[in-house]
């Protein structure tokens, strides 16, 4: 009996003293497992610097370093991992030109022969050549063209690391903790298009009504003020590209929120297509001037750059137009109300 009693209270001995061992060891397998996450984290891997993929990691860095995430030093590859949900028949490995100016001033912008044949990103871009036009309303809306694939992507801080996770990487516990405190805060998230975006001025310059009458005059004026262009003037007509924003304001996040584009990642659904209408009523304000713009310049055969490009009417094209309206010459006070939708004459002053 007494035997038994002593064998008994060796056990519960060694157990009580293994117990804290145990536990030491599970601590130190979870702070190495932590540590080498970590370390691995984001995932390592280099882009061409003519590549997509190079041109996308600027932008979802800065959305790692707003979020609370380590960004360690070397080749890093930030960009969330489900992205080929969000770029159709197209890789990271795509080559891509950036402009160094938002969407919708680049879809405004007035070009000279030369540049026609230059990187957009070898462009010295001017704010005094952006075309701005008083008739459009939501002048730089961004409208990708319905009659191809567009898609739309969203991530906070959360959702980026959801992406990881689907694509069998896990970021570190940290991370976790930093994200949730982010998001609750709606201080970080992007927001990205991709699609074939068309320039309003096609439309504007085709329409012969108020708001070809208001670019043919600011384009006559232009021509005065830089007759190097006469004969020589181009906008950007079409590309096909990614336009992506880092949003930073609680307020904008809140109304991505409501209008159900929450971590998305897929083809632009029915619903936000009239979002990025012009002059549609949509809470979202998908203004061009907000986004960073790439240009996807993997071209074949006869398709090339300068297709893109379309002459902007010259002097006599001008002219011509203005000849055909016959145009009423009119003192200011005398000007009647222009009602929308009412035939009306243009008035010049």
Known sequence: MQTRLCTLLLISLFAIISIPITAQRIDR??????????NEWPPERSYSRISLGYALQKTFKKHC???????????????????????????LRTKVETADIRGGGLLYYLFNGEERLQAFDEINYSPSRIFRLNSVANQFAINPDENFDSFILHKTCSGYLKAALDAGIEPPYLAFRTALDTDSRR????????????SPLHLVLSANDFRTTEAMMKLWSFYRENPSYINNAYYLREFEGVMIKHITAAEENFKIETEGSLNLTAPLPAHLKASFGIGKGSKLSFMGNDWETIIFTDFEGVYDKQRLFSPLPSPADIR?????????????????LMIEGVEHKHFLI
């Open 320 to 336: 011509r137009y203005l000849s055909g309206i016959q145009p009423v010459f009119q003192n200011a006070q005398d000007l009647p």
């Open 65 to 91: 370093e707003y979020c609370g995430f380590a960004t360690p030093d070397g080749r890093r590859d930030y960009v969330p991992q489900d992205i080929s949900k969000f770029l159709g028949k197209r890789d």
């Open 29 to 38: 397998y979870q702070r190495k497992l932590e540590e080498y996450r970590t």
């Open 187 to 198: 201080q970080s998230s992007v927001l990205a298009l991709s699609g074939s975006f068309l």
